[in-house]
């Protein structure tokens, strides 16, 4: 068991441009989440899918935004025609257990640069 | 609504004590997290309260109190690699997180 793992670790990139991240979970874990950070707040929930279906997207994820986890593995997260306001961590979490005793466990998180 | 607070900053001596405060309002609870996040990394999970009471493990314990929306972390015999950020979490299946409060140790 390796964690979860997230690619690239690091992107910068242009205003205008595309992005997109991936998050491979925990084997088995059939709940995965992304959350945004940005420096000195905690992380914010920007959407969650268990298996291969994406049950709740937050208001944070504006249209330029889309997330897919097509055979409920791995997930990529989407931004179109980035901002400078998206530069942050994009940080990718997974769980298992019920959703009472359950555990995310975080991804080493993907630093994106806007300039 | 989401509203979870807790302290910004703390400084505290190595071998020292800390206890770090977080009072939460929200509209969902299943259970409280606690999480350590040094700088430029993902958060590590630390504890997870889901019952009101003490949880201990090693040198870190986590208090939850659901009738008055409060949690603390204590710190004991705090090491320099303790530095770090602590953030509490509020669990609706989805984590609600607080702003998160800087421990510094100092020699």
């Known amino acids: 068991d390796t964690g979860v793992s997230q690619n690239p670790r690091h992107k910068i990139t242009k205003r205008g441009q595309n992005v997109t991240f991936r998050c491979d979970p925990i084997?088995?874990?059939?709940?995965l989440y992304w959350y945004r950070q940005t420096l000195g707040q905690g992380p914010e929930f920007l959407t969650y899918?268990?298996?291969?279906?994406?049950?709740?997207k937050s208001r944070l994820l504006s249209d330029r935004f889309s997330a897919e986890r097509p055979k409920g593995s791995f997930s990529t997260l989407e931004i179109q025609r980035t901002e400078q306001g998206d530069s942050a961590m994009y940080l990718c979490a997974s769980s298992s257990a019920p959703v009472r005793k359950e555990t995310q466990y975080f991804g080493p998180g993907t630093r994106l640069l806007v300039l | 609504g989401q509203n979870i607070d807790q302290p910004t900053e703390m400084t505290a001596t190595e071998g020292a004590i800390v206890q770090i405060n977080c009072t939460y309002q929200t509209s969902g609870f299943n259970g409280l997290f606690w999480y350590q996040q040094h700088a430029g990394e993902a958060p590590t999970f630390l504890s997870y309260?889901?019952?009101?009471g003490l949880e201990e493990k090693g040198r870190f314990s986590s208090f939850l109190s659901r009738s008055k929306g409060y949690s603390y972390l204590l710190l004991k015999e705090l090491q320099m690699k303790d530095s770090a950020s602590y953030l509490c979490?509020?669990?609706?299946?989805?984590?609600?997180f607080g702003a998160g409060t800087t421990v510094t140790v100092r020699a």
């Open positions: 309260n889901v019952l009101d």
């Open positions: 979490a509020v669990n609706d299946y989805k984590l609600s």
């Open positions: 899918f268990q298996n291969e279906a994406q049950l709740e």
């Open positions: 084997s088995e874990h059939n709940r």
